[in-house]
């Protein structure tokens, strides 16, 4: 089977996903004819067009605004934040408005958004770039919270996300963009609130997300020279959150341990 990046895996996705359905547009900063920032669009200006690759303003709550209208009269808008700390600055549209359409309206009206933005630690982006937002945007009901640690789960969850009409929100690590894994030419999606056993193990059970899963591996290797047998889980999404398979193998192991890279207080690793 072929091997292929985090960054080719999501483009391959929405490139499909864009070739099936016309309603499917992208919005945001420089992903017209630049591409995108880490290439989440490379190509499909010269396939779509300004139509449907459209540049915007530095406005994310005025563009956030425009997609969930969008939304509303049976398009699929996809959002590009660069960078997901700037999804806060379209906060109250995203909370109030498209997490919430299909319960005020009585499920007359959805919002089928995809929020995507890349988050975590590393290459020097500092503060303002290097946040994890998923624990907070978890806590609201209606929205669906994605974070892949690798470009197979990427590809599955970002179809899975093009074809769910809830609004997602689509988490990218940035230390995992350019790491390679295996994934099959054929379609394939992977369905919220699944988790995946990365390994199996006997005597404690950790539970780790995106760039923290490989982190892990290296530790469990270590581990198993000392004769630690570590079970491994990837939740892959925290809304919806797999808690059956993560109670399967506690009652196994009888040990939990959470590593995540968000912020202790009221996060993930606190439910």
């Known amino acids: 089977m072929r091997e292929i990046t985090f960054m080719q895996a999501t483009l391959e996705a929405l490139s499909e996903e864009m070739a099936k359905n016309p309603k499917i547009f992208v919005m945001g900063e420089g992903i017209g004819k630049r591409g995108g920032n880490f290439n989440t669009t490379k190509g499909l200006y010269d396939l ?3 139509d449907r690759l459209c540049d915007t303003p530095i406005c994310e709550r005025g563009f956030v ?29 995203i909370i109030n408005q498209i ?19 890349c988050i975590g630690i590393g290459h020097s982006a500092g503060t303002h770039h290097s946040g994890s937002y998923y624990p ?17 789960d990427a590809k599955g969850l970002l179809k899975q996300s093009l074809n769910s009409n809830d609004p997602v929100l689509f988490l990218e690590h940035k230390s995992l963009l350019t790491k390679k894994c295996p994934v099959p030419e054929e379609e394939f999606l992977i369905p919220f609130g699944k988790a995946r ?40 999404t925290v809304a919806p959150m797999d808690i059956e ?3 399967d ?15 202790a207080p009221c996060g993930i690793g606190a439910e």
């Open 48 to 50: 779509y067009g300004p």
């Open 65 to 93: 605004g425009l997609a969930a209208g969008a939304a509303m009269t049976g398009t699929r808008p996809v959002i590009d934040f660069m960078f997901a700390d700037f999804i806060l600055d379209a906060a109250g549209e």
């Open 99 to 117: 997490a919430k359409i299909q319960y005020m309206s009585g499920g007359r009206l959805k919002a089928p958004v995809l929020l995507r933005g």
């Open 136 to 152: 907070m945007y978890a806590h609201f009901p209606g929205l669906r919270v994605v974070v892949p640690s690798n470009a197979y």
């Open 197 to 236: 056993i990365v390994q199996k193990g006997a005597d404690v059970t950790v539970v780790a997300l995106a760039m923290m899963v490989h982190q892990t591996l290296e530790v469990c290797k270590q581990l198993e020279g000392e004769g630690v047998s570590v079970e491994l889980i990837d939740p892959r």
């Open 245 to 247: 398979t993560i109670l």
């Open 249 to 263: 193998s506690v009652h196994k192991t009888g040990r939990l341990l959470i590593v995540d890279e968000t912020f």
